[in-house]
Nanobody, 121 residues
Framework: QVQLVESGGGLVQAGGSLRLSCAASGRALSMFAMAWFRQAPGKEREFVSAVNYNGGATSYVDSVKGRFTISRDNAKNTVYLQMNSLKPEDTAVYSC??????????????WGQGTQVTVSS
C-alpha cells in the first residue's frame, strides 16, 4: 500500500508561483510513474502532468505547458509540481497519484487527498 500526502498549496495572486510536493510512504515510488490531477469546483477531475518512473519522460495538459514543471526525487520518495505564471483558472484541488507501473498509462492506482490552490485575479 502507498500513502500519498500533498503539501504546498495556498492562496497566490495571478502571475505568482507555488511548488506542490507529494510525499509517499508505505512503499518506494522509484518504480512507479506519478501524476498530478486537479479538480475545480463544479468540474470533472483533469489530468495536469505526469512523469515516468525515473523522471526521463514527462507530459502536460496543453493549458499548463510552459508554466508547470513536474519532477521527482526518488531518493526522497517525493514528486513535485512547480507552478509558475499562475492564472485564476488554475484554481483547483490538486492531487497526486501513483500508477502501479513505470509509465503513466491507464488509471493511477493510488491517490492523495489533495491540496487547495487558489489564484486570485
Amino acid at each position: 500500500q502507498v500513502q500519498l500526502v500533498e503539501s504546498g498549496g495556498g492562496l497566490v495572486q495571478a502571475g505568482g508561483s507555488l511548488r506542490l510536493s507529494c510525499a509517499a510512504s508505505g512503499r518506494a515510488l522509484s518504480m512507479f510513474a506519478m501524476a498530478w490531477f486537479r479538480q475545480a469546483p463544479g468540474k470533472e477531475r483533469e489530468f495536469v502532468s505526469a512523469v515516468n518512473y525515473n523522471g526521463g519522460a514527462t507530459s502536460y495538459v496543453d493549458s499548463v505547458k510552459g508554466r508547470f514543471t513536474i519532477s521527482r526525487d526518488n531518493a526522497k520518495n517525493t514528486v513535485y509540481l512547480q507552478m509558475n505564471s499562475l492564472k485564476p483558472e488554475d484554481t483547483a484541488v490538486y492531487s497526486c497519484a501513483a500508477y502501479g507501473i513505470s509509465v503513466p498509462i491507464g488509471t493511477p492506482k493510488y491517490w492523495g487527498q489533495g491540496t487547495q490552490v487558489t489564484v486570485s485575479s
